[in-house]
């Protein structure tokens, strides 16, 4: 789903004529937006390194077995600020023009997406704080290259510490298969 919503944001882009500072791809910000996106970062690795602590989840072993991290947490680190950053943020900018309002629905779309992982309450609630900070960051510096760095650090350390991995008795990573009755159950657990 998330690369055909890639997929069609790229296309009307594309048919939009978007110019590459528009996409978000600077340097003429990049080092004055270097110090908020490494702040950002940091205080993000002590807030996953304490939640994982806090809901007391083991480390998987073979973490690097993860489908996950093994081909995913890049991409889908790019094309997620891609879609809810670079596009989503312009776009609700030009509709409202309200911070609060882009920022705000921002981070609920952004936490919303989380909830077809593993711990879904803890997921979206994670992935709420960080849309929230992402958002926000990017809203005073927009980036599309700090933050997607930022972003893939993030999710690499978050798979490392196993928060989007399903783990057997073992510790060792299961494979994930995301299909429509997993989506679905794991969207009415996080409603209930």
Known sequence: MLGIIFLT????????????????IRFDNFYLALVPYTI??????IVIFFASR?????HPRRWYRDPHFLFLFVPISISQEIIYRSFLMNKLEYLSGSIIFVV???AILFAFIHSIYPHAKFTVLLGFLSGLGFASVY???PNLILISISHSILN??????????????DGMPKRTRLHSK???NMTLKLFK
């Open 40 to 45: 950002f970062t940091i205080a993000g690795l």
């Open 9 to 24: 944001v790229c296309t009307i882009m594309f048919l939009q004529h978007w110019t590459i500072f528009q996409l978000g």
């Open 139 to 141: 809203y005073y510096f």
């Open 104 to 106: 705000l629905l921002n």
């Open 182 to 184: 997993y989506i679905k």
């Open 156 to 169: 690499f350390v978050a798979v490392w510490f196993g928060l989007f991995t399903l783990t057997n008795e």
């Open 54 to 58: 806090y809901i007391k989840h083991r």
